[in-house]
């Protein structure tokens, strides 16, 4: 067993936390592929795919949510002492920006359907199956101004998945950098199994 397994089994994250990472990452991924398929596919199709990107979406912003706590709870395992404090840092940055990220997605995808004029005649159901609100104060605003929101959230929205693409590519180059270029165990730290 090489020097650098040990430190990688005393570093990892926990369980949890690992499962939430996994379930996030999975979610947006699929997420930005139905966001980004709307305006592809056939028109029957587009209505059906939208409700299934708002669910995701609501799932995401549920589970990130209870991640935060995770977190908050249970400290995450230290970075190894090779990080260069530029890069313990940078990390520290990148992380809490994809946190806020995520949140401002779901956020920010609720608050433009809120504003949607065919809100009131097509009801929120997570998966079909669960009733969900929309945000009241929005909803209710005179059409005109409803119009104009619908518009502000909607580049709020993208403005935030351009964010995420770019956060995500960084989190992933500096977790591969770790992995391959300074050989340290990184990927074992959030990788389920031993």
């Known amino acids: 067993m090489s020097e650098a397994m040990p430190r990688a089994l005393s570093a990892r994250y926990t369980g949890i936390a690992m499962i939430l990472h996994w379930i996030v990452a999975i979610l947006l991924i699929v997420n930005v592929a139905l966001g980004l398929s709307a305006d592809y596919i056939p028109d029957g199709y587009v209505r059906p795919v939208i409700d299934l990107h708002k669910s995701i979406g609501i799932t995401v912003l549920g589970l990130v949510i209870l991640r935060i706590l995770w977190r908050l709870s249970h400290k995450p395992p230290a970075m190894p002492k090779t990080y260069a404090p530029w890069e313990r840092f940078a990390a520290h940055a990148a992380h809490g920006a994809l946190y806020l990220v995520i949140l401002a997605l779901p956020v920010s995808g609720w608050m433009h ?26 909803e209710n605003v005179e059409p005109h101004h409803k119009e104009v929101l619908h518009s502000v959230f909607f580049a709020a929205h993208a403005y935030a998945a351009y964010a995420l693409y770019a956060l995500l590519a960084l989190h992933i180059i500096g977790a591969l950098k770790h992995q391959f270029w300074d050989r340290e165990p990184e990927l074992q730290r959030m990788l389920p199994g031993g």
């Open 113 to 138: 359907d809120s504003a949607w004029k065919g809100a009131a005649t097509h009801p929120i159901l997570l998966y079909g199956v669960i009733p969900w609100p929309r945000i009241g104060w929005i």
